[in-house]
């Protein structure tokens, strides 16, 4: 599978942003993900997505704030960041897995062995 991400930027505290991940076709019916990386951190979950784009689930940090959606008739997945904060600022990163929804680690917040990256996109949100 490969993953291009895509639609980081620079934008002020409160802002929008909206992430793109454009996945090869095999990918189009695996669970989909984002994960941030932000400096001397280690990475974490942002939100996850199954194949048909039915069941979503999204870290406490983000929830009310961040949509993950997917069309698979482009092969894409988008995260939509709202009312951004300087926390948000990270290094962003798709993912894919290609287990089902219920045995993907994705699902969990979490990633294996199997999870696919894409190169990563930055974010950064000035106060």
């Known amino acids: 599978v490969q993953l291009q991400a895509s639609g980081g930027g620079l934008v002020q505290a409160g802002g929008s942003l909206r992430l793109s991940c454009a996945a090869s076709k095999r990918a189009v019916s695996n669970v989909m993900g984002w994960f941030r990386q932000a400096p001397g951190k280690e990475r974490e979950f942002v939100a996850a997505?199954?194949?048909?784009?039915?069941?979503?689930y999204y870290a406490d940090s983000v929830k009310g704030r961040f949509t993950i959606s997917r069309d698979n008739t482009k092969s894409t997945v988008y995260l939509r960041m709202t009312s951004l904060k300087s926390e948000d600022t990270a290094v962003y990163y798709c993912?894919?897995?290609?287990?089902?929804?219920?045995?993907?680690?994705?699902?969990?917040?979490?990633?294996?062995?199997?999870?696919?990256w894409g190169q990563g996109t930055l974010v950064t949100v000035s106060s």
């Open positions: 997505i199954d194949g048909p784009g039915r069941i979503t």
């Open positions: 993912a894919a897995d290609s287990s089902s929804w219920v045995r993907s680690p994705l699902s969990r917040g979490n990633y294996g062995p199997r999870t696919e």
